[in-house]
């Protein structure tokens, strides 16, 4: 399974950015995909997950109201969109793929992309 991250940069608070995980290698539909993030000097901590149906997200208390996580089975993609942005989101954003449920450890890691919110 591979996963490659893309759309992380540099934006002002207030800010959006839109994440994308393209995947290969598996059949997409099969897998439970999310988002983790790690910040400087932090552990990596869940920050959305979506069943492999579509029909059911789980959020991060942190980020919900703010982000939103989709999925496109037919580009097999994982989309994660970031409004109202916060100098505290600023992390390596990571998709992940095949966990069990919400929060807990994914089997498969992407690469990281970087965001980094400005104040």
């Known amino acids: 399974v591979q996963l490659q991250a893309s759309g992380g940069g540099l934006v002002q608070a207030g800010g959006s950015l839109r994440l994308s995980c393209a995947t290969s290698?598996?059949?997409?539909?099969?897998?439970?995909m999310g988002w983790f993030r790690q910040a400087p000097g932090k552990e990596r901590e869940f920050v959305a997950g979506i069943r492999r149906s579509g029909n059911s997200q789980g959020y991060a208390d942190s980020v919900k109201g703010r982000f939103t996580i989709s999925r496109d089975n037919a580009k097999n993609t994982v989309y994660l969109q970031m409004n109202s942005l916060k100098p505290e989101d600023t992390a390596v954003y990571y998709c992940?793929?095949?966990?069990?449920?919400?929060?807990?450890?994914?089997?498969?890691w992407g690469q990281g992309t970087q965001v980094t919110v400005s104040s």
């Open positions: 290698g598996h059949t997409f539909s099969s897998y439970n």
């Open positions: 992940v793929a095949g966990f069990r449920d919400y929060g807990l450890a994914p089997t498969y």
